[in-house]
């Protein structure tokens, strides 16, 4: 019974395939795109916010069918 226990786990599914994305478990933590969007009122969504959130292989997907790629940048990373 995974349900008995009161735990405050912060679990993100995918919302392309549905798989679960984050857990407790650290060492299985991944990274993922989150979107939040809250529409305006030039928007037909006015006063809505919209929250997806997509695992990278989705997310890759999902970019592959943009007309225009992805800006990508390289983080500077202190070493
Ligand atoms: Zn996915």
Avoid at 60 to 69: A, C, G, R, V
């Amino acid at each position: 019974m995974e349900d008995t226990m009161d735990k405050k786990v912060h679990e993100i599914y995918c919302n392309s395939c549905g798989k679960k994305i984050e857990t407790t478990d650290n060492i299985k933590r991944e990274d993922y795109l989150s979107i939040k969007k809250e529409w305006g009122y030039f928007s037909k969504k006015d006063g809505e916010i919209h929250s997806i959130f997509l695992c990278e292989s989705c997310y890759d997907i999902w970019t592959k069918q943009f007309k225009l790629p992805v800006k990508v940048e390289k983080q500077t990373e202190l070493l």
